[in-house]
């Protein structure tokens, strides 16, 4: 096995170092803090959280117009 020469330098991307201007450092962690809400505002959120819970228990997907149609072209 040779031995790696760690006195040569590094090859340059050429590519890269055309696009480095455009690279944006990303934080690692988002730190996320609700607002904090005033009774009145948490009573509404509660209202809504409970209306949307209930619509999507109740609500049923209708089937495609296709599947509908076949299926009456399959009764008839």
Known sequence: MGKKNKN???KVNARRERYEKFRKDKP???AFTPPDLTPEQ???KQEDERSIDWFLKTSRN???KEIRER??????
Do not use: E, F, L, N
């Open 8 to 10: 040569k330098k590094k």
């Open 28 to 30: 690692s962690a988002m």
């Open 42 to 44: 948490q009573k509404q």
């Open 62 to 64: 209708k089937p495609t």
């Open 71 to 76: 299926k009456m072209k399959d009764r008839g």
